[in-house]
């Protein structure tokens, strides 16, 4: 394209989930709902595993620390995708685009690398249950929250410099309900080669080595699974894991199909499903899976609620 088409943006206009009118109001309804879920869900099992010492273990110190990172996920897209759906002019600032990019990227990564330290803790509970608490003592965990939320902000930040270098056309609008990277790329007047490199190499690295190491970790706990003689022993240790699992399994899926595959082939009306899926549908099902799934936290709830009962209605 010729330089003299390019001009300097200064905000983008988000098309948003739908451009049908008469959709405004069930999707405000719908997703309004979907993030109230999502945020008393996931604040209900921070409190209560703060609230419950017998839950100040690393298994749910790493499950506070994921639901903390799923609320803040969200709250980075849909109080925008809200606020545009009724919006006249459903601008967005360039900076703040970019913010959003950034915190978008941050806690996808996040949540990422919280998960694979989850799969950590379930390999050393059960492959080394004898050494579960000299392995995993509370500074090791600690310096692994911190690590994941550093990782997280570095490849953020690498990402959002890379779409701060990029020139947009006149036709600012991203067809999307925020500053998805994709969307951002379909726009722009100059090459996204080293944008989609990076995406598909240090990306692909990220995301498939916390992948890889999942698995490994998972191989190893089937391996000493399948050494316990009876059923019911193997069901007993096995489904210790299950939350963790379907959490994996929508994660990554999901993720896998919006952003390791060509530009080419990327579909924006696909990409805003499936991008619905993994930034609003999976951080609001983690609470129930979670909760519903496991016996501690469902016994630490029924004796929170009972506490609260006694509070009230004494």
Not at 66 to 76: E, N, Y
Not at 140 to 145: A, G, I, P, S
Not at 227 to 233: D, L
């Amino acid at each position: 394209m010729d330089n003299s088409n390019w001009t300097s943006v200064s905000h983008f206009v988000l098309l948003g989930i739908s451009t049908h009118p008469e959709e405004r109001i069930p999707l405000f309804l719908v997703f309004s709902l979907m993030y109230a879920i999502n945020i008393s869900g996931n604040l209900a099992i921070i409190t209560l595993i703060l609230s419950a010492p017998r839950l100040h273990i690393p298994m749910y110190i790493f499950l506070s620390n994921l639901a903390l990172t799923d609320i803040c996920f969200t709250s980075t897209t849909v109080p925008k995708m809200l606020q545009i759906i009724f919006s006249p002019t459903k601008v967005i600032s360039y900076t703040g685009c970019l913010a959003q990019t950034y915190f978008f990227i941050c806690f996808a990564v996040m949540e990422n690398f919280i998960l694979a330290v989850m799969a950590y803790d379930r390999y050393i509970a059960i492959c080394h249950p004898f050494h579960y608490t000299m392995i995993l003592t509370r500074m090791l965990c600690v310096k692994m929250v911190v690590m994941c939320h550093a990782l997280s902000h570095l490849h953020a930040l690498l990402h959002t410099f890379l779409m701060g270098q990029l020139i947009f056309c006149a036709d600012n609008r991203i067809p999307h309900f925020f500053c998805d990277l994709y969307a951002l790329m379909k726009i722009s007047c100059t090459s996204t080669y080293l944008n989609t490199l990076m995406i598909h190499t240090e990306g692909a690295v990220v995301i498939s080595g916390a992948l890889a190491f999942i698995t490994a970790s998972y191989a190893c706990i089937i391996l000493v699974v399948l050494r316990i003689p009876s059923a019911k022993g193997r069901w007993k240790t096995f489904s210790t894991c299950g939350s963790h699992l379907t959490v994996v399994a929508i994660f990554y899926g999901t993720l896998s199909w919006v952003y390791f595959r060509p530009l080419s082939s990327y579909s924006v009306t696909k990409g805003r499903i499936i991008t619905v899926m993994y930034t609003v549908v999976t951080p609001m099902l983690n609470p129930f899976i979670y909760s519903l799934r496991n016996g501690d936290v469902k016994g630490g709830f029924m004796k929170w609620m009972s506490r609260m009962q006694t509070f009230f209605f004494r």
